[in-house]
């Protein structure tokens, strides 16, 4: 991995490596890089433990580092994807919560490390900003009754067949 200005650490329980290759083998233009081991025991691990690892998705440069269970993952930092079909949404969605995740509203599921992301079709994007505020309120609406968006729905909605 080149070194970019910037980069996100994502926190993990021991489990980076495993996430970093979920996401590698899920997301076009993602990979997985370095993985630091550790050089020795240490108070909670074993030398050869893995400490970071680095990592891409969707072109996106992060390192995963294996900092225990003192700090979670929350809704507050999440992965927008953009999608431009549904099938491409129905595939990361489907990836994410199959792998032991959790769906939840309006385009969101939490992967099974804790980590949220918004699987968002461009349709939904292009609705929300429709310059037709009664258009606009249709597609907000549809969307709002939605676990993983249905872009036939949020279509007809803009288009006020539904």
């Given at each position: 991995?080149?070194?970019?200005?910037?980069?996100?650490?994502l926190?993990?329980?021991?489990?980076?490596?495993?996430?970093?290759?979920?996401?590698?083998?899920?997301?076009?233009?993602?990979?997985?890089?370095?993985?630091?081991?550790?050089?020795?025991?240490?108070?909670?691990?074993?030398?050869?433990?893995?400490?970071?690892v680095?990592f891409?998705?969707?072109?996106?440069?992060c390192?995963g580092?294996?900092?225990?269970?003192?700090?979670?993952?929350?809704?507050?930092?999440?992965?927008?994807?953009?999608?431009?079909?549904?099938?491409?949404?129905?595939?990361?969605?489907?990836?994410i919560?199959?792998?032991?995740?959790?769906?939840?509203?309006?385009?969101?599921c939490?992967?099974?490390?804790?980590?949220?992301?918004?699987?968002?079709?461009?349709?939904?994007?292009?609705?929300?900003?429709?310059?037709?505020?009664?258009?606009?309120?249709?597609?907000?609406?549809?969307?709002?009754?939605?676990?993983?968006?249905?872009?036939?729905?949020?279509?007809?909605?803009?288009?006020?067949?539904?």
């Amino acid at each position: 991995m080149s070194a970019a200005p910037v980069t996100l650490c994502l926190w993990y329980e021991g489990d980076a490596f495993d996430a970093a290759t979920f996401y590698a083998q899920t997301f076009p233009n993602s990979t997985v890089g370095a993985v630091m081991r550790a050089p020795s025991d240490y108070p909670d691990g074993r030398e050869g433990n893995v400490l970071t690892v680095e990592f891409t998705v969707l072109g996106l440069p992060c390192v995963g580092l294996n900092g225990g269970p003192m700090f979670r993952h929350s809704e507050a930092f999440s992965f927008q994807v953009a999608t431009d079909s549904q099938s491409e949404t129905d595939r990361y969605w489907n990836a994410i919560i199959g792998n032991g995740g959790q769906e939840s509203a309006c385009g969101w599921c939490k992967d099974k490390w804790g980590l949220s992301w918004q699987i968002t079709p461009r349709a939904l994007t292009d609705g929300m900003a429709d310059p037709d505020p009664a258009a606009r309120k249709r597609v907000f609406e549809a969307m709002m009754t939605m676990g993983k968006i249905d872009i036939a729905a949020i279509e007809a909605a803009r288009a006020g067949a539904a």
